[in-house]
């Protein structure tokens, strides 16, 4: 009966239903290093699951569209996937104009998918490296890789690297910088980390800005990458000494 009685209990807790509140109160979160313009990408974190899933909102900059445009993702922090997507409709400009308006029109969309990824709404923040969990101490940096020229355009590709004290360190993903004469990307570096409060697993948030579409103002752009803090890290030498 006792036993009957504790699963009931932790069926009722998964399955509660969300609330619309908890979404409202949910904030940007991403503070850019050294912007050089005034667009900026917003990121509102939803929450993460026991299964490796994150959710977030992104608000793009509105380069002189006239409208709110908006992202809704729920991303695989294995292998970085977006697993579901919902965006900007054209019909809505005029109509979704801030973010509540967003939520209103939106919240059982949002509410549905939600649920149905186990995410578990929560407000979180960009928090700086070192990460020291108490049994280890984690840093993330960007390594030039690969340089490649052709006749008007160089692309450099960076990995962004996580290294932990112990275990050594490891890629989870890359990014790249282009010139076309110019730069189209400046300030490019690691803004942070959010930490899944259910798994050892957390996001490496990195910004990037970028030249505006028709030249300045430029636009900070943020990225993010799924990272364990258990498994995938290689010893180099220096460790092995």
Not at 111 to 118: Q, S, V
Not at 197 to 215: L, Q
């Given at each position: 009966?006792?036993?009957?009685l504790?699963?009931m209990?932790?069926i009722?807790?998964s399955?509660?239903?969300?609330?619309?509140?908890?979404?409202?109160?949910?904030?940007?979160v991403?503070?850019y290093e050294k912007?050089?313009?005034?667009?900026k990408?917003?990121f509102?974190?939803?929450?993460?699951?026991?299964?490796?899933h994150?959710?977030?909102l992104?608000?793009p900059?509105d380069?002189?569209?006239?409208?709110?445009l908006?992202e809704?993702n729920?991303v695989n922090?294995?292998?970085?996937?977006?697993?579901?997507?919902?965006?900007?409709?054209h019909?809505?400009?005029?109509?979704v104009?801030?973010?509540?308006?967003?939520?209103?029109?939106?919240?059982?969309?949002?509410?549905?998918?939600?649920k149905?990824?186990g995410?578990?709404?929560r407000?979180?923040?960009?928090?700086?490296?070192?990460?020291?969990?108490?049994?280890?101490?984690?840093?993330?940096?960007?390594k030039k890789?690969?340089?490649?020229k052709?006749?008007?355009?160089?692309k450099?590709?960076?990995s962004?690297?996580?290294?932990?004290e112990?275990?050594?360190?490891?890629?989870?993903?890359?990014?790249?910088?282009e010139?076309?004469?110019?730069?189209?990307?400046?300030n490019?570096?690691v803004?942070?980390?959010?930490?899944?409060?259910?798994?050892?697993?957390?996001v490496?948030v990195?910004e990037?800005e970028?030249?505006g579409?028709?030249g300045p103002?430029?636009?900070?752009?943020?990225?993010?990458?799924?990272?364990?803090?258990?498994?995938?890290?290689?010893?180099?030498?220096?460790?092995l000494k």
């Amino acid at each position: 009966m006792r036993l009957l009685l504790f699963f009931m209990i932790v069926i009722s807790i998964s399955y509660q239903p969300i609330s619309g509140d908890s979404l409202n109160k949910l904030e940007n979160v991403i503070q850019y290093e050294k912007p050089k313009g005034e667009l900026k990408d917003l990121f509102y974190p939803v929450g993460f699951s026991n299964k490796s899933h994150f959710a977030y909102l992104k608000i793009p900059a509105d380069e002189a569209i006239g409208c709110y445009l908006w992202e809704f993702n729920i991303v695989n922090l294995i292998n970085d996937k977006v697993i579901y997507k919902e965006g900007f409709d054209h019909n809505d400009c005029g109509i979704v104009n801030s973010y509540l308006t967003l939520l209103k029109k939106n919240t059982d969309i949002f509410k549905y998918r939600i649920k149905k990824y186990g995410i578990n709404i929560r407000k979180m923040r960009i928090e700086k490296f070192p990460l020291n969990t108490g049994k280890d101490v984690f840093t993330a940096f960007l390594k030039k890789v690969k340089i490649t020229k052709e006749k008007f355009r160089t692309k450099t590709v960076y990995s962004v690297i996580i290294k932990s004290e112990i275990n050594g360190k490891k890629r989870v993903g890359f990014i790249k910088e282009e010139d076309v004469g110019f730069p189209l990307v400046y300030n490019l570096g690691v803004n942070g980390y959010i930490k899944s409060p259910v798994e050892n697993r957390i996001v490496v948030v990195v910004e990037k800005e970028m030249r505006g579409y028709e030249g300045p103002p430029n636009v900070s752009k943020f990225r993010i990458y799924g990272a364990s803090l258990n498994v995938g890290f290689k010893k180099t030498r220096k460790h092995l000494k």
